[in-house]
């Protein structure tokens, strides 16, 4: 096993398209993060699953942002009608839930997003 | 709710010599998890060390050690013997236990620079 993967490492659209991107966690892992990153800014917490329920969204994710984990094992995040403001690193991130502080996530190389 | 500061945008360390890098937390939860994570140019965040809120001695991970001082709300990086390779961004990070369900938040990191 490889590590989390992210598909693809850059998109460029135009505003008002819309855009699906795709994160393979390590397969043993029951949990799946998104996570949203700006140019000089720590990652931001998009939403999570646990196997296919998506079980916490944040206030970040607008009703143009979807995401799936249909069978428990990959993911994907769609935006709907992007914006500028959209331009970011998505991150995918994965864990396999045991103790609940020590919880280590091991992240992909990330989808880099321009909006233009 | 979680909150990590860092303070520090930048630092540089010379080539062999032992860098600490700031981070103080603020939580109301009686238990958490501070990490740090390092982000290199190419995207993905690696994890270097984990400290639990109860744990008697400081984490360490190699040449990464954790600075916890409980009181004053504290979780510094020192890294010894630097080496051109820790170039990188540099995130502390944590997690608290009340929900049971919080995810991982992030501080602003800190760009670290290690000359030769």
């Known amino acids: 096993d490889t590590g989390v993967s992210q598909d693809p490492r850059h998109k460029i659209t135009k505003r008002g398209q819309n855009v699906t991107f795709r994160c393979d966690p390590i397969?043993?892992?029951?949990?799946l993060y998104w996570y949203r990153q700006t140019l000089g800014q720590g990652p931001e917490f998009l939403t999570y699953?646990?196997?296919?329920?998506?079980?916490?969204k944040s206030r970040l994710l607008s009703d143009r942002f979807s995401a799936e984990r249909p069978k428990g094992s990959f993911s994907t995040l769609e935006i709907q009608r992007t914006e500028q403001g959209d331009s970011a690193m998505y991150l995918c991130?994965?864990?396999?839930?045991?103790?609940?502080?020590?919880?280590?996530?091991?992240f992909g190389s990330g989808t880099q997003l321009s909006v233009l | 709710a979680q909150k990590i500061t860092q303070t520090q945008p930048g630092m540089f360390v010379q080539e062999k010599e032992a860098v600490t890098l700031d981070c103080t937390y603020d939580?109301?939860?009686?238990?958490?998890?501070l990490f740090w994570y390092k982000q290199p140019s190419s995207g993905e965040m690696i994890f270097l060390i984990y400290?639990?809120?109860?744990?008697?001695q400081n984490a360490t991970e190699g040449r990464y050690s954790l600075n916890f001082q409980k009181a004053r709300k504290s979780a510094n990086l020192v890294i010894s013997a630097s080496q051109l390779g820790d170039s990188a961004m540099y995130f502390c990070?944590?997690?608290?236990?009340?929900?049971?369900?919080?995810?991982?938040?992030f501080g602003k990191g800190t760009r670290l620079s290690v000359i030769a």
């Open positions: 939580t109301s939860d009686p238990s958490y998890g």
């Open positions: 991130a994965s864990s396999f839930l045991g103790a609940t502080t020590n919880e280590k996530l091991f």
């Open positions: 397969s043993e892992h029951n949990r």
């Open positions: 699953f646990q196997n296919e329920a998506q079980l916490e």
């Open positions: 400290q639990g809120s109860y744990d008697q």
């Open positions: 990070a944590m997690r608290g236990s009340l929900s049971g369900n919080t995810p991982l938040v």
